[in-house]
Protein backbone atom coordinates (compact mmCIF):
# COMPACT_ATOMS: atom_id res chain seq x y z
CA UNK A 1 0.00 0.00 0.00
CA UNK A 2 1.37 3.00 -0.99
CA UNK A 3 1.53 5.91 1.53
CA UNK A 4 2.35 8.90 -0.89
CA UNK A 5 -1.31 9.93 -1.50
CA UNK A 6 -0.66 12.34 -5.00
CA UNK A 7 -1.68 15.19 -6.17
CA UNK A 8 -5.08 15.16 -8.97
CA UNK A 9 -5.52 18.40 -10.16
CA UNK A 10 -2.85 18.79 -13.23
CA UNK A 11 -4.06 23.00 -12.81
CA UNK A 12 -1.39 22.66 -9.53
CA UNK A 13 1.53 23.22 -11.91
CA UNK A 14 4.68 22.16 -10.34
CA UNK A 15 2.91 20.21 -7.23
CA UNK A 16 1.36 18.29 -9.33
CA UNK A 17 4.56 17.09 -11.09
CA UNK A 18 6.59 17.13 -8.08
CA UNK A 19 3.62 14.99 -6.62
CA UNK A 20 3.89 12.72 -9.21
CA UNK A 21 7.76 11.57 -9.66
CA UNK A 22 7.61 10.91 -5.63
CA UNK A 23 4.49 8.26 -6.65
CA UNK A 24 6.92 6.67 -8.98
CA UNK A 25 9.54 6.76 -6.80
CA UNK A 26 7.64 4.87 -4.25
CA UNK A 27 6.18 2.53 -6.61
CA UNK A 28 9.79 1.67 -7.82
CA UNK A 29 10.64 1.06 -4.42
CA UNK A 30 7.91 -0.13 -1.94
CA UNK A 31 8.80 1.00 1.21
CA UNK A 32 10.41 4.21 0.78
CA UNK A 33 8.08 6.57 2.96
CA UNK A 34 6.82 5.95 6.04
CA UNK A 35 3.62 6.48 7.25
CA UNK A 36 2.77 9.50 9.23
CA UNK A 37 -0.36 9.27 10.48
CA UNK A 38 -0.31 8.28 14.06
CA UNK A 39 -0.02 11.06 16.59
CA UNK A 40 0.52 14.67 16.02
CA UNK A 41 1.93 15.68 12.19
CA UNK A 42 5.22 17.22 12.23
CA UNK A 43 6.83 19.21 10.28
CA UNK A 44 10.91 20.48 10.65
CA UNK A 45 11.82 22.59 7.77
CA UNK A 46 15.23 24.07 7.27
CA UNK A 47 16.21 26.42 3.62
CA UNK A 48 20.10 26.76 1.80
CA UNK A 49 21.05 28.63 -1.18
CA UNK A 50 19.59 31.50 -0.99
CA UNK A 51 22.82 33.71 -1.89
CA UNK A 52 23.92 34.95 -5.04
CA UNK A 53 26.08 32.07 -5.91
CA UNK A 54 24.11 29.29 -5.22
CA UNK A 55 22.86 27.69 -8.03
CA UNK A 56 20.09 26.14 -6.39
CA UNK A 57 17.95 26.69 -3.65
CA UNK A 58 17.41 24.21 -1.22
CA UNK A 59 14.36 23.48 0.60
CA UNK A 60 14.48 20.51 3.38
CA UNK A 61 11.57 18.82 5.50
CA UNK A 62 11.59 16.38 7.91
CA UNK A 63 8.26 14.91 7.98
CA UNK A 64 6.84 12.58 11.60
CA UNK A 65 5.01 12.43 14.41
CA UNK A 66 4.78 13.03 17.96
CA UNK A 67 4.88 9.57 18.79
CA UNK A 68 7.69 9.08 16.87
CA UNK A 69 9.67 11.99 18.41
CA UNK A 70 8.56 10.35 21.95
CA UNK A 71 10.36 7.34 20.64
CA UNK A 72 13.21 9.18 19.55
CA UNK A 73 13.82 11.11 22.91
CA UNK A 74 16.03 8.76 24.52
CA UNK A 75 18.78 8.24 21.66
CA UNK A 76 18.42 11.63 21.05
CA UNK A 77 19.65 12.57 24.67
CA UNK A 78 22.32 9.67 24.61
CA UNK A 79 24.21 11.58 22.10
CA UNK A 80 23.74 14.87 23.66
CA UNK A 81 25.45 13.88 26.81
CA UNK A 82 28.06 12.38 25.14
CA UNK A 83 28.89 14.11 21.96
CA UNK A 84 27.57 18.27 22.79
CA UNK A 85 26.72 18.06 26.32
CA UNK A 86 27.65 21.85 25.81
CA UNK A 87 24.31 22.73 24.36
CA UNK A 88 25.85 23.97 21.08
CA UNK A 89 23.83 23.70 17.90
CA UNK A 90 24.32 21.71 14.74
CA UNK A 91 24.25 23.04 11.56
CA UNK A 92 26.11 22.31 8.20
CA UNK A 93 27.98 25.82 7.83
CA UNK A 94 28.86 25.46 11.01
CA UNK A 95 30.68 21.47 10.61
CA UNK A 96 34.20 22.65 10.13
CA UNK A 97 34.15 23.63 13.72
CA UNK A 98 36.05 20.80 15.16
CA UNK A 99 33.52 19.58 18.16
CA UNK A 100 30.80 19.78 15.79
CA UNK A 101 32.74 18.01 12.93
CA UNK A 102 33.35 15.17 15.73
CA UNK A 103 29.67 14.70 16.37
CA UNK A 104 28.35 15.02 12.57
CA UNK A 105 28.73 11.16 11.87
CA UNK A 106 27.23 10.19 15.70
CA UNK A 107 24.25 12.73 15.36
CA UNK A 108 23.30 11.52 11.42
CA UNK A 109 23.24 7.99 13.04
CA UNK A 110 20.91 9.12 15.67
CA UNK A 111 19.01 11.03 13.55
CA UNK A 112 18.45 8.00 11.39
CA UNK A 113 16.49 6.29 14.55
CA UNK A 114 14.16 8.75 14.21
CA UNK A 115 10.94 7.15 11.81
CA UNK A 116 9.62 9.77 9.78
CA UNK A 117 10.70 10.64 6.24
CA UNK A 118 13.43 13.77 4.57
CA UNK A 119 12.35 15.22 1.81
CA UNK A 120 14.12 17.94 0.26
CA UNK A 121 13.60 19.56 -2.98
CA UNK A 122 15.83 21.19 -5.02
CA UNK A 123 15.04 24.17 -7.10
CA UNK A 124 17.51 25.61 -10.03
CA UNK A 125 17.63 29.25 -9.32
CA UNK A 126 16.95 29.59 -12.98
CA UNK A 127 13.11 28.96 -12.46
CA UNK A 128 10.50 31.83 -12.75
CA UNK A 129 8.21 32.23 -10.17
CA UNK A 130 5.62 29.53 -9.06
CA UNK A 131 2.74 31.74 -10.15
CA UNK A 132 2.35 33.48 -13.33
CA UNK A 133 2.77 37.22 -13.20
CA UNK A 134 5.14 36.87 -10.23
CA UNK A 135 5.09 38.13 -6.63
CA UNK A 136 2.72 40.82 -7.38
CA UNK A 137 -0.14 38.34 -9.04
CA UNK A 138 1.15 36.31 -5.74
CA UNK A 139 0.40 39.11 -3.35
CA UNK A 140 -2.89 40.27 -5.71
CA UNK A 141 -4.50 36.61 -5.53
CA UNK A 142 -3.48 36.14 -1.38
CA UNK A 143 -3.56 39.97 -0.18
CA UNK A 144 -4.68 39.16 3.24
CA UNK A 145 -2.04 36.91 3.57
CA UNK A 146 1.48 39.53 2.97
CA UNK A 147 1.75 43.13 3.89
CA UNK A 148 2.34 45.52 1.74
CA UNK A 149 6.50 46.28 2.96
CA UNK A 150 6.43 42.69 1.52
CA UNK A 151 9.85 42.47 -0.49
CA UNK A 152 9.37 40.59 -4.13
CA UNK A 153 11.36 38.28 -3.07
CA UNK A 154 10.12 37.39 0.62
CA UNK A 155 6.83 37.08 -0.76
CA UNK A 156 8.06 34.22 -3.77
CA UNK A 157 9.97 32.64 -0.84
CA UNK A 158 7.05 32.33 1.25
CA UNK A 159 4.69 30.98 -1.32
CA UNK A 160 7.19 28.30 -2.34
CA UNK A 161 7.30 27.26 1.11
CA UNK A 162 3.70 27.18 1.51
CA UNK A 163 3.09 25.43 -1.56
CA UNK A 164 5.85 22.55 -0.33
CA UNK A 165 4.15 22.80 3.16
CA UNK A 166 0.50 22.44 1.85
CA UNK A 167 2.03 19.62 -0.92
CA UNK A 168 3.30 17.35 2.08
CA UNK A 169 0.17 17.63 4.19
CA UNK A 170 -1.95 16.88 1.34
CA UNK A 171 -0.02 14.22 0.41
CA UNK A 172 0.92 12.46 4.23
CA UNK A 173 -1.27 14.28 6.45
CA UNK A 174 -4.54 12.57 7.64
CA UNK A 175 -7.30 15.33 7.18
CA UNK A 176 -8.26 15.27 11.15
CA UNK A 177 -4.92 15.22 11.92
CA UNK A 178 -3.29 17.85 14.16
CA UNK A 179 -0.27 18.81 12.92
CA UNK A 180 2.79 21.02 14.13
CA UNK A 181 5.34 23.13 11.91
CA UNK A 182 8.40 24.38 13.13
CA UNK A 183 11.22 26.07 10.54
CA UNK A 184 14.25 27.45 11.38
CA UNK A 185 14.38 31.38 12.62
CA UNK A 186 13.73 32.57 9.01
CA UNK A 187 12.45 35.95 7.14
CA UNK A 188 9.15 33.94 6.50
CA UNK A 189 8.35 33.54 10.34
CA UNK A 190 9.97 36.31 11.07
CA UNK A 191 6.77 38.31 13.06
CA UNK A 192 3.84 37.47 14.47
CA UNK A 193 1.81 38.97 11.60
CA UNK A 194 3.90 37.06 8.87
CA UNK A 195 3.42 33.88 10.52
CA UNK A 196 -0.56 34.54 10.70
CA UNK A 197 -0.06 35.10 7.11
CA UNK A 198 1.55 32.45 6.43
CA UNK A 199 -0.87 29.79 8.00
CA UNK A 200 -3.69 31.32 6.12
CA UNK A 201 -1.55 30.82 2.68
CA UNK A 202 -0.77 26.92 3.49
CA UNK A 203 -4.64 26.80 4.37
CA UNK A 204 -5.73 27.91 1.09
CA UNK A 205 -3.10 26.26 -0.90
CA UNK A 206 -4.01 22.98 1.16
CA UNK A 207 -7.24 23.29 0.59
CA UNK A 208 -6.45 23.93 -3.10
CA UNK A 209 -5.19 20.45 -3.45
CA UNK A 210 -6.95 18.11 -1.06
CA UNK A 211 -10.37 20.10 -1.40
CA UNK A 212 -10.40 18.88 2.69
CA UNK A 213 -13.55 20.46 3.99
CA UNK A 214 -12.88 19.82 8.16
CA UNK A 215 -8.90 19.71 8.20
CA UNK A 216 -7.55 19.69 11.78
CA UNK A 217 -5.45 23.01 12.77
CA UNK A 218 -1.82 22.51 12.54
CA UNK A 219 0.21 25.42 14.61
CA UNK A 220 3.47 27.40 12.82
CA UNK A 221 6.76 28.86 14.59
CA UNK A 222 10.54 28.39 14.66
CA UNK A 223 12.88 27.16 16.72
CA UNK A 224 12.93 30.85 18.29
CA UNK A 225 9.47 30.98 18.79
CA UNK A 226 8.45 30.10 22.87
CA UNK A 227 7.71 27.65 24.36
CA UNK A 228 9.71 25.84 21.73
CA UNK A 229 10.09 22.00 22.60
CA UNK A 230 13.53 20.91 23.79
CA UNK A 231 13.87 18.17 21.02
CA UNK A 232 13.55 21.34 18.10
CA UNK A 233 17.14 22.41 17.80
CA UNK A 234 17.74 18.53 16.87
CA UNK A 235 15.13 18.10 14.71
CA UNK A 236 15.82 20.86 12.59
CA UNK A 237 19.47 20.09 12.37
CA UNK A 238 18.06 17.09 10.38
CA UNK A 239 16.76 18.97 7.51
CA UNK A 240 19.58 21.94 7.49
CA UNK A 241 22.44 19.67 7.72
CA UNK A 242 20.32 17.38 4.07
CA UNK A 243 19.80 21.48 2.53
CA UNK A 244 23.32 22.29 2.83
CA UNK A 245 24.65 18.54 1.73
CA UNK A 246 22.52 18.89 -1.67
CA UNK A 247 23.14 21.78 -1.89
CA UNK A 248 26.63 21.18 -2.45
CA UNK A 249 25.87 17.85 -4.64
CA UNK A 250 23.46 19.72 -6.73
CA UNK A 251 26.11 19.55 -9.71
CA UNK A 252 26.53 15.29 -9.43
CA UNK A 253 23.36 14.35 -8.29
CA UNK A 254 21.17 13.36 -11.81
CA UNK A 255 18.24 15.46 -12.44
CA UNK A 256 15.80 13.51 -14.72
CA UNK A 257 16.58 10.95 -17.92
CA UNK A 258 13.51 11.06 -20.16
CA UNK A 259 11.75 8.30 -18.39
CA UNK A 260 9.57 7.69 -15.68
CA UNK A 261 12.08 5.53 -13.57
CA UNK A 262 15.39 5.28 -13.90
CA UNK A 263 18.52 4.45 -12.46
CA UNK A 264 22.42 6.61 -12.27
CA UNK A 265 25.70 5.74 -11.05
CA UNK A 266 26.77 9.39 -9.68
CA UNK A 267 30.57 10.11 -9.88
CA UNK A 268 31.70 12.29 -7.01
CA UNK A 269 35.15 12.92 -8.17
CA UNK A 270 34.58 16.27 -8.34
CA UNK A 271 33.22 17.29 -5.08
CA UNK A 272 35.31 18.63 -2.91
CA UNK A 273 33.04 19.21 0.37
CA UNK A 274 33.58 16.44 2.35
CA UNK A 275 30.69 17.71 5.03
CA UNK A 276 28.48 16.91 1.35
CA UNK A 277 29.84 13.30 1.08
CA UNK A 278 29.84 11.75 4.24
CA UNK A 279 26.00 13.28 4.41
CA UNK A 280 25.25 11.69 1.17
CA UNK A 281 27.51 8.59 2.53
CA UNK A 282 24.76 8.68 4.99
CA UNK A 283 21.94 8.64 3.26
CA UNK A 284 22.92 5.84 1.46
CA UNK A 285 24.20 3.37 3.95
CA UNK A 286 21.79 4.53 6.71
CA UNK A 287 19.35 1.49 7.59
CA UNK A 288 17.01 3.12 9.92
CA UNK A 289 14.03 4.05 10.03
CA UNK A 290 14.50 7.79 8.84
CA UNK A 291 13.35 7.92 4.84
CA UNK A 292 14.99 10.25 2.36
CA UNK A 293 13.70 11.37 -1.00
CA UNK A 294 15.29 14.34 -3.27
CA UNK A 295 13.18 16.20 -5.38
CA UNK A 296 14.41 18.64 -7.93
CA UNK A 297 12.88 21.26 -10.65
CA UNK A 298 14.90 22.04 -13.33
CA UNK A 299 14.85 22.42 -17.56
CA UNK A 300 15.61 20.60 -19.93
CA UNK A 301 17.12 20.37 -23.19
CA UNK A 302 14.03 22.39 -24.97
CA UNK A 303 14.06 24.88 -22.14
CA UNK A 304 10.89 23.66 -19.82
CA UNK A 305 10.68 23.51 -15.83
CA UNK A 306 10.38 19.35 -15.43
CA UNK A 307 10.22 17.61 -11.82
CA UNK A 308 12.16 14.75 -10.06
CA UNK A 309 12.46 12.33 -7.49
CA UNK A 310 15.29 10.24 -6.59
CA UNK A 311 16.20 7.92 -3.38
CA UNK A 312 19.95 6.75 -2.73
CA UNK A 313 20.37 2.82 -3.51
CA UNK A 314 24.49 2.78 -3.07
CA UNK A 315 26.83 4.53 -0.76
CA UNK A 316 29.17 7.56 -1.91
CA UNK A 317 32.60 7.34 -1.60
CA UNK A 318 33.48 9.79 1.41
CA UNK A 319 36.88 10.70 3.25
CA UNK A 320 35.49 12.92 6.29
Known amino acids: MQVWKRVTDEESGYLFHLSQSVAFVEWKNPGIL ?5 GEFVIVSDYSGQHKQSTHEAYSFLVTTSNAI ?18 RRLSFKELREPVRRRALIPFLQTASLL ?14 SFMSGGPAAIMDVFSDCFSKSDRPGTVEKMFRTASFVALLQCCLKREDQRGLWISDHD ?32 MFGTTETPPVPEWAEDAAAIPDIAAGAYSKLSGTLPTFKGR ?20 GNWMALSNGPLRSILLRLEHDEQGYVKASAQTTLGAIRSAF
Do not use: M, Y
Open 187 to 218: EVLETFERREGFGRLVSCLTFALSRWERPADV
Open 260 to 279: ETWTHVASTRDVKDQRALAV
Open 115 to 128: RGNLFTILVNRRVD
Open 34 to 38: NAVND
Open 70 to 87: AEWLEPRHAFREKWLPDG
